[in-house]
């Protein structure tokens, strides 16, 4: 009968012992295929488990799931962003400053709030806020030039010429 000496977790030494007991100590979980052994007769420590008397006693390792990369979802451009973006062109370039500049703002805001609150989802940050940016400085500009025509009395011609190019 041969007798085994094992090192525990505690890093302590256990045995002289049966290969019984051992068995034991394996159905009970305190020995394992990774508990270090010498065998009586043997001349180095090996793993439990690498001895051919307790191979049986422990089930073959698992191999580990092999999952399919997960790529991330791809991101599209934010029609609010880009539409707020268009409607600030359309306000540096046509006469209905107002109007474009007004919808540029709102698109604008909503595409960057969309874009903010699902980043994984949606790009186009830059497009919003040059939506914006053309927006806010079409509406002022639009400011500036009625202010000026008032102030020098030429509001009533900005008026016939508006009324006599839209008619």
């Known amino acids: 009968m041969s007798m085994y000496r094992i090192v525990g977790v505690d890093g302590r030494q256990y ?8 068995r034991q100590w394996i159905a009970e979980g305190r020995a394992n295929a990774q508990t270090q052994t010498f065998a009586e007769g043997a001349t180095e420590w090996r793993p439990l488990g690498g001895l051919p008397e307790f191979a049986g006693h422990f089930a073959p390792p698992i191999p580990p799931t092999i999952r399919p990369p997960v790529s991330d979802p791809i991101r599209k451009t934010n029609s609010y962003a880009m539409a707020g973006m268009i409607f600030g062109i359309l306000a540096v370039l046509c006469c209905c400053k107002f109007l474009f500049g007004a919808l540029g703002i709102i698109f604008s805001l909503i595409g960057l709030s969309q874009i903010n609150r699902h980043p994984e989802f949606y790009e186009g940050r830059g497009l919003a806020i040059a939506g914006l940016i053309l927006s806010i400085l079409s509406l002022l500009l639009a400011v500036v030039l009625i202010v000026i ?3 020098t009395g030429n509001f009533h011609d900005l008026y016939s010429n508006w009324r006599f190019n839209h008619s």
Do not use: K
């Not at 045995?15 to 051992?22: D, I, Y």
């Open 149 to 151: 025509a008032v102030v």
């Open 15 to 22: 045995g002289p012992v049966s290969g019984e007991q051992l």
